[in-house]
């Protein structure tokens, strides 16, 4: 079964980011097998530091996987720097990392109406430069993201279906 690596952005337990993730992640089951990257216990990157514990599950987590799912909030316009912190230890050797080659999807939410384009643009960007292979499709935006979770549910049911109908694309080209 294809392997999914959902990576929430945020680290907020009851973020909406999370919450979305785990809706696709329970829509996408028969599909995929879906695991959650956590991001939160990673030190700040340090080219010094050799032979971290949690540096090394989460480049492995990364390995593992067929496809990585982003699903981020925009911070201050752009991504936050938890999530900038992980993509850095998982991107060496530059050109040669866990990065090269994989396919990733992002989506962004916002408690903002833009949902969060800003932080997809540059999400792109620096997998990208890592030469990740960023799906392409319609924008996966979420905007107002907080009013569409309730109690720890996230319930756009129309945000779902579109997501799920371009997750459902993502995992036919691994």
Known sequence: MTKLLFVPGSLRRASSSRAAARALADRLSARAE???GDIGGLPHYNAD???DAAVRD???QV???D???FVTPEYNY???GVLKNAIDWASRPAYQSVFKGKKCFVITTS???LGGVRAQADLKYVLNG???EVFTCKEVVIPMANAKVEDGVFTDEAILDFASENLGAFLDSL
Request: hydrophobic fraction near 65%.
């Open 49 to 51: 530091l050799e032979n």
């Open 78 to 80: 752009s991504i936050p």
């Open 111 to 113: 408690g903002g109406a």
């Open 58 to 60: 989460w480049i492995a």
């Open 130 to 132: 890592m030469l990740a």
């Open 63 to 65: 390995a593992a996987a």
């Open 67 to 69: 496809g990585l799912v």
């Open 34 to 36: 879906c695991a959650f």
